[in-house]
């Protein structure tokens, strides 16, 4: 009888357990093997980014911001790792910095080519930085010819491997 009143409690507590378990898949931004969702902008210079017209070329896309010291570290040592040897790989970096003064200077003072750089001024409320969950943390993205996301999170030591 103490082995029926074991495997109840056991049965009983299984079930338990497995109702609170989640089973919906959460959206958690993109990821390797994903296509890259088409993203517009405009930048400083008047430029316009849209990443539909990128394909056929690969790309590094940087989310970073002047307030986030290791998403800007990352986003300068791409950029000037791509600049020099990299000439077949498109650099484009967005900051979610909400004052464009701030972000402008940032880029400035990091000597970043300003054609490649681009500014959501709606910051953590934009629609990007919640489609790419952010929130989380700044990313980076390789993305070959097609708009396939190749890699994730990049070091200079990660991208020369990959390309």
């Known amino acids: 009888m103490k082995y029926v009143n074991f495997c109840f409690v056991a049965i009983i507590s299984l079930l ?3 109702s609170s378990i989640k089973t919906e898949k959460t959206s958690t931004g993109y990821y390797p093997g994903e296509q890259i969702p088409n993203i517009v902008l405009n930048g400083l210079e008047g430029q316009h980014l849209d990443l539909s017209d990128y394909k056929g070329k690969k790309v590094v896309l940087n989310f970073w911001a002047a307030y986030d ?58 629609e990007i ?31 020369k491997n990959l390309i």
């Open 69 to 126: 010291a290791r998403s800007r570290a990352s986003n300068v040592q791409l950029y000037n790792y791509l600049k020099e040897n990299e000439s077949d790989v498109t650099f484009l970096s967005i900051s979610f910095d909400e004052n464009r003064n701030v972000f402008e200077k940032t880029a400035l003072l990091d000597k970043i080519d300003l054609n490649s750089q681009f500014c959501d001024e709606n910051g953590t409320d934009s």
């Open 16 to 18: 338990l357990m497995s």
């Open 129 to 159: 930085y919640k489609d790419f969950q952010l929130r989380k943390g700044f990313k980076n993205y390789l993305i070959d010819e097609s708009g396939v996301i190749l890699a994730i999170d990049l070091s200079v030591d990660k991208l």
